[in-house]
Structure formats: C-alpha cells, structure tokens
C-alpha cells in the first residue's frame, strides 16, 4: 500500500516538473522575440511611474519601434485608463491571449482588462499573482518586438521579483522618483533591489521636478529638485533627466491621451524625450550610456 502511495507522488512530482519544464520552454521562446525587455520601478507610489512607462512605450512607437506594455499591478492596474482603454477586451487565438492594439505599433496587456468591474479588488496572495505574470509573458501573443515595457507597481515584492524570475535576460530597469526625501528613501530600495538580483539599473529619471508657470515661466520647486540626480552619483546609477510638472499629464491621464503625443512641443515633453533618449539607443549602441550598473 505504501509502495503504490510512494509511486503516486512520484508520478505527481515527474509529472509537474514536465509541465514546469514545457512552460519555461514556451517562455523562453516566447521571450527570444523581443529584443529589449525593460522594466519600469519605484519604490514609491504617486511618482508618475505608470505615466512615464506609458510615455516611454508611446515615444518608442512613435519611433517606429515594434512595443508591448505589459502592466504587472495587478491590484491597481493604471495604463488602461491611461491610454483609454477602459472596456476593451483581449481575444483569444489558438489557446493564446491576443493583446489589445493602440496602433500598428503598440500593443497592450493589462489585468484591467479581464475585470468585469473595474471596481473590483483582486484579493491575491503571491503565488496566483505570480501565476498571471508569467501567463501574461508566456500565453500572451506578443509577436515580434523591439521592446517590452514592464510597468511594475511600486516597491519590491511580488510582481517585480516574478518578472525578475521568469525573464533571466531583462535588459535593466527605469527607476522613477520624485526630488523630496520622503520618496528617494524607498526609490533606493528599489536600487538595491536591482542590484541584488543583477538587474541593470538603465538610469534614474526625477519626475515632477519644478513647476514651471505657462503665463510667466516662473519655476517653483513644489517637490524641491536635484534630490533624484543626487541620489543617483551616490548610488553610482545613470541619471537620465528631470521631468517638470506640467497640469495638462494630469488631464492627459484623465482622458486617456498620450502626454508625450498630444502635447509634444511643451518644455515637459521635450524633458520626457530627452530623458528616454538613452533607452531609444539601445537599439543602436546595445547600451544606454556606456556604463555598466555596478
């Protein structure tokens, strides 16, 4: 009796570490299509993170540049109402998730769209959380692409320590930040959540530094400024730009309108351009500022 107990549990175990494997075959080819996969952090949240991933996906199709946004939070799931796309639905395709396409150039995956209410609370423990990421990675029709753009909700647990085990070779991540203390003090555990798991820090950009006043141009530091360059030469990071604050990200996000499109000759749109420029060069160079993360 405890010969064929024993012979049932080993069947169970071989069984799933073939499925395992099966899987992580269909992930690997899955992720050998893209060519750049970049992740967008902060350890802190209201930095703009989902905005300036949204922008950066945007930018890079407007580019030419074949781009997936994946959006990995999955209890506060930001780009489908950032893009307008409140309502949309994936399809399916041969047992494949088909992503919902902004244009020829972008595709998008979100939990948000497989809620039936967006009110709804998704009530998950880590495991199942887990599970969904790496569906999103393996099941999801991606096709091929020049990046994917992985906007992970803020600080370092779960869903950007899956994405960090299920794609081995991530090219780096985008950390965010606002200029104040009270946000760089969590940002630099997600610096040092990089560094642990030897995930290139691609640079830092500091969001909502300064208001400029679109009457008389006078810059006010509501956020102070400065404090995300500074952390970065101490952490020994790239830094890639301020981006000041501008009222209309706000109405842009509100209505769904790519900031970076629909407002491209404002002082904070050629801010958003030049400080993702290095990640456009990835394409050319392979490398975004000649240096290496430590």
């Known amino acids: 009796m405890t010969d064929t107990k024993d012979q049932k549990v080993s069947c169970s175990q071989q069984s799933r570490k073939s499925q395992e494997f099966q899987e992580q075959l269909e992930l690997t080819e899955r992720m050998s299509k893209i060519k750049f996969k970049i992740m967008v952090l902060s350890g802190k949240g209201g930095v703009g993170k989902s905005t300036v991933a949204v922008n950066l996906a945007v930018s890079l199709g407007l580019e030419g540049y074949k781009v997936g946004l994946l959006d990995v939070d999955i209890h506060g799931p930001s780009v489908p109402g950032l893009l307008k796309l409140h309502g949309r639905t994936v399809g399916m395709e041969e047992n494949k998730i088909v992503p919902v396409s902004l244009s020829d150039n972008l595709k998008v995956m979100s939990i948000g769209f497989l809620l039936k209410n967006q009110d709804d609370a998704i009530i998950w423990r880590g495991p199942m959380k887990m599970n969904i990421i790496k569906q999103f990675l393996k099941d999801v029709e991606w096709g091929d692409l020049d990046y994917l753009i992985i906007d992970s909700p803020p600080g370092t647990g779960d869903e950007p320590l899956s994405v960090c085990q299920l794609i081995n070779d991530a090219d780096g991540a985008i950390v965010v930040t606002t200029p104040q203390e009270l946000a760089l003090a969590d940002v630099r555990k997600s610096i040092n959540f990089c560094h642990q798991l030897k995930l290139r820090v691609l640079g830092v950009i500091e969001n909502m530094s ?55 000759k404002t002082d904070t749109a050629k801010a958003m351009k030049k400080a993702i420029k290095p990640i456009l060069d990835l394409t050319q160079t392979g490398n975004t500022t000649g240096e290496d993360d430590k």
């Open 210 to 264: 300064g208001f400029v006043c679109p009457k008389c141009g006078t810059v006010t530091e509501i956020f102070k400024s400065g404090g995300g360059e500074k952390m970065a030469q101490e952490m020994d990071v790239p830094f890639l730009g301020r981006i000041p604050i501008d009222a209309n990200i706000t109405g842009a996000g509100d209505d769904g309108t790519p900031y970076i499109y629909h407002y491209s």
